[in-house]
């Protein structure tokens, strides 16, 4: 399967949509050093989550330092021609911890777990066997 995806002009970042609950559309920025996805608290708070819901606490490493993050069991989570069930995410309040950005979280390589990638800069083309 192969699936272009855009870059963010100024930056270069890799940006992909997202569909949670085969209906809502996030844009994340595809981050392979982040081992796991992160999305912000208040996207997920408008997708219809309850933050009190969530199934435990982990800490994790930021360039900013050490975090704790709540983490959340999705129904669905689907990006690139990939649907994860059950998917689990962090979650935290991106403003809060100084994170100011156009984008609803990092889809880390979490995501991509059980999959052969390729990321073809060039053409912008990712392609996952």
């Given at each position: 399967m192969t699936y272009g995806f855009k870059r963010e002009p100024e930056s270069?970042?890799?940006?992909?949509?997202?569909?949670?609950?085969?209906?809502?559309?996030?844009?994340?920025?595809?981050?392979?050093?982040?081992?796991?996805?992160?999305?912000?608290?208040?996207?997920?708070?408008?997708?219809?989550?309850?933050l009190k819901d969530n199934i435990g606490t982990v800490e994790i490493e930021t360039a900013n330092g050490i975090i704790e993050t709540e983490v959340f069991e999705l129904g669905t989570?689907?990006?690139?021609?990939l649907v994860k069930v059950g998917f689990q995410i962090q979650v935290y309040d991106f403003v809060a911890h100084g994170v100011f950005s156009d984008y609803n979280g990092l889809l880390g390589l979490d995501f991509m777990e059980g999959t052969n990638f390729c990321i073809d800069t060039r053409k912008n083309l990712i392609t996952l066997s």
């Open positions: 270069g970042l890799i940006l992909v949509n997202v569909e949670v609950d085969g209906r809502y559309e996030l844009k994340m920025i595809l981050d392979t050093g982040a081992s796991n996805t992160t999305i912000d608290s208040n996207a997920l708070y408008l997708l219809g989550y309850d989570f689907a990006a690139l021609g």
